[in-house]
Every structure is written in C-alpha cells, then in structure tokens.
C-alpha cells in the first residue's frame, strides 16, 4: 500500500458488461472498490464512456439520467457519483473519459504538429492516447492522502461489441499485455436469464458475450453474472467449461433487497481472493473489514417507520435522473432510522392548466403533495412545470410544510415569495420570462447565451454565513462557511435583495463577493430552506448532507432535536464539521445508510 505498504505498481482492475446494459455494472464496480478498500488498498476510478460528448453537461437527464457535478466543475457521468459515494473519494473531470475527449486531445495534437507528419489514425493514436489517459489519470490521489491509489478501477460503459467502444477494448487489450499478468484483472459483468418456461439457468449469452470478448483480445479473471437467484453449481461448471474461467471466480449478483449489501454479497463468495489472486496482492492484504456496510445494509432493511418526501420535478419519470438526489434523502433517512418514502409529483400536474386538461392527474398530484410529510423542487432547466413547482412552494410556506429548494428550486422559492408576499404578480427569472418588470432571478453576467456545453458557473464555490442563528448555519456545524458544488447560469437578482429581506425572507448565505445569494430562509418557518447549490453531490453514507438531514429531521419533527445535538461550544464554532466527522451526533452514531426501495441493486 502505498501509505509504506507493498505496492509498487498501480494495479488495475477493468469491469466490462455483456448481454445487456443496465446490469448494474457501476455498482458492481464501486462495490468492488469498496471491497479492495476493506481489504487495506487506496482506490481510485475512472469510467469511459464510448459516447462523442465532450461531457455529460450537455445530456438530457431523461436518457442518461442525472449529470455528476464534481469539485473541478467536471460535469460527468452518474456513475461517477457512485465510486464518489462508495469510496468516499473527490474524482476529477478527467477520471471520466468520453470519446469525444479524446478525439479532441488527438486532434489538438494533429493541429500543433505533435505527430510529425504521420497519417494519425484510431490504432496507435487513439489507442495510445486512451492508454496514456488511463495511466495519467490513475496517478491523481483521490482520497485526500499524498501519493498515488494502490488500484484503478476502470469502468468501461456500453455492452462488449458495441462499434463505439472499440476503439477502448482494442487500447484495453493492449493496455492490458502492457502492464503485464499479475497487474490487470479483468471482470466481466453479465446476465443469466431464466426462462420462465422451464425455470432454468441459460449460460448461452454469457458464452457468446465472453467470446466476444476474447475476440477483441480480452481475458476475462472472472464473471460476475446478474441473475435472481444464486447460480446452480451445475451451471457455474458449464459456465467455467465453455469460458475458461475458474469455477471459483464466477459470482452471482443475485438480487438483494438493498445494494448496500453488494459488497458483502462479493465479500461471502470470496471475489477479493480471485482479484487478489490476480492481481498478485494476496500477501499484503488484510481479511476485508465490512463492519460498517454491514450494519449500514442491516439497518436499511430494518427500518419501518415512514418519512414521505415529495419531489416535485421534471424528470419524475426516470429516477435516475435525481440519482443524487434520492441518495442524499436516503442517507439523511437512514441517519435518522426512517424508511424514506418519495412520492415523485411532475410538476406540471399541480398546474391550473392540468386540471381543465386532466382533473383526475391534477387531483392525484395534489393528494400526494398534501400527503407529503416534506417537499423538494430539485435542480433544472427550462420552463416546463416551473408554475408547478411555484406552487409547490407557496403550498408548503402557507401551510408550513418542510420544503427544501435546490438551484431551480431555491429560485423558485425566491419568485414565489416575491409573488405573494410583494405583491410582484409578474416576478419571474429571465430564464422563463425575459421581459418580466420584477426579474428576481436574473442571468449571471459573466455567463455565456450561445455555447451551452460548460459554461454555466460550476464546481465548488464558497458560501459564507451571514448570521450564525439560522438554520442552515447551525446544520453545517455553526461554520463560518462551506464549500458546496455549483450549476447554473441564474442568480437572484442583487437589486432586489433588501426589498425581499425587508418582507421577511432571509439570505443567511452568501458569495465572497456578498453580491451571489446561495441560501434563502425563511426564519419563521418550521424548515423552509433554499440553496443555489447542489448538496446532494457530496452526501455520503453515514455524512448525510446537512441541509437534507434537515429537511428529513423537519419532516419527521425531529429538527429542534437534531439541532439541539448540533449545538458546538464556542470556540471550536469555526473548526469543527459534524458531518465531515460523521458520527459526532447522536442521530449519526451509527455511520448508516439505507437503500431506496425501488433501487433494488442498480445504483449506489
Ligand atoms: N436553470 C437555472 C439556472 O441555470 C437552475 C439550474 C439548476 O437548477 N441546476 O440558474
């Protein structure tokens, strides 16, 4: 280990997907990192995705699910989330490689002359640069420690055999002969249907995925074969036979009732011995220590008690696309022993247009909002449902109903107040309305309206508390401020800030600047809170987010608690976080974390 340990070399470990996609290939592959970490070994990752975006920034959520934001601002990947979330580790932009990334490194090369007059073709000089990426980006410490990991995960996206991920298999096949036996373990993810006809195992599209593979001069060390049940003996033999892959390294992921309980699941059929094995690390390792994910797993299956959260979104018909989103809420629950339950509402069902249109969907959205024990208008972009999630927000100020508002969401909250409580019928953002006579919510000068791929303010910003006796202060700890990950192109309009707060709304965060407003409250509310950034991306299991563990805590009239418990003796106010601690409340003592009952097994 490279904390004075044996490891000399980076290892890698590669996990590739067959038959079909949506395995649950990122968990697995976070699952396995976490496994590695148990055994003793720092680890990284890095995802490939063969698609021709830059960056995940410019994708719809609706096919891809939610875009990643990380601290440098990359915009990358959901599956990102899961090894930042799964490892406790901060990823940079560069750990997630498109296509397009490196089409775009090869043809600056080609443009400044670097090849010297060669023809530059996909094999060696896209092959060479995929080879050079992983190798560079493997060496960045992730995990706040000086030095380098001891194991790179490397997730390549898509199915074995697509035509866009060829360019990578070919640079991984000889990646792989580069590093040499003993340095590269290769997993291959797969699935084994049953036929509910005869009720039997079928091994066929495994066999027919891994000669694909092997066609495309890659080895698998190991299957890891998604099914409902555990694999049959007779079928793991039939499996090694015709793969030529050890009996003992074929695991099955079978279904569990929380994905928590993957690691474990590869821990009990001993997958850390076959990549130890391969990766000739079985001498420094130590016996995996999973005391914490077991208890997390446990406990997630053991809660009862409900706290239903409703999210008022867009997207509500994909729940990948607030992946980070649902995870924040559900460690925040977990934290606070409560089985989360989300009531997804479109906000455009809330609208008055919706109950001319459709009474019976209008009627429905508001049983559930009224039903809801706290709301959440998440993050987003155009104008469709905005009216909704505004009144969403006035129902849950007016009724005084827990409301968490993030980016979108706090703008929202921002223009609502402004209606009703000004009196500004036509308040609205620029985004929406541009030629609104009250703009509260207005385009950042220093963005950019004609290229929408990274551009928006990204990344990690400060806030800095303007008064300590708020809410929001106290969640984080009673910091002077905090460093939260940033999107958009919108701000609340400066000029209308002393107006807003004279009618009672408070902007207890702020930019260095003073000029940016980053959270909104409203202090006599039981919890009515926005924030310009996204907390969701740095929530973890057992650090639950502060401003989600709030809103849960609100939701289940637990917060004057939790707030007690928060309480810091003065001088340490500025040092100390509870949450980066993680078990210094009494709510988090137990460092835990539950799983999302629809999740069953895909995302962490
Ligand atoms: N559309 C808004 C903006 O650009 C909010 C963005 C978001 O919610 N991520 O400011």
Redesign the pocket.
Known sequence: MNKGGGVKKMKYVLVTGGVVSGLGKGVTASSIGVLLKACGFRVTSIKIDPYLNTDAGTMSPFEHGEVFVLDDGGEVDLDLGNYERFLDIKLTRDNNITTGKIYQDVLDKERRGDYLGKTVQVVPHITDAIQEWIERVAMIPVDGQPGPADVCVIELGGTIGDIESMPFTEALGQFSYRVGAGNFCLIHVSLVPVLSVVGEQKTKPTQHSVRGLRSLGLTPNILACRSTLALEENVKKKLSQFCHVPAENIITLYDVSNIWHLPLLLRDQKAHEAILGALNLHGIAREPNLKEWTSRAELCDMLLEPVRIAIVGKYTGLSDSYLSLLKALLHASVSLRKKLVVDWIPASDLEDETAKENPDVYKAAWKLLKGSDGVLVP???GDRGVEGKILAAKYARENRIPFLG????M?IAVIEFARSILGLQDANST?FDPDTKNPCVIFMPEGSKTHLGGT?RLGSRRTYFQVMDCKSAKLYGNRGFIDERH?????VNPDMVSRLEDAGISFTGKDETGQRMEIVELPNHPYYIGAQF?PEFKSRPGKPSALFLGLVAAACGQLDSLLHAHKIPNGMAKKVSLYQNGNATKFAKIPADGIYSNCNGVHA
Not at 487 to 491: A, G, K, P
């Open positions: 993050g987003g972009f993030i980016c979108l969401g703008q985004e928006m999107r958009h192109r919108y701000e996204h």
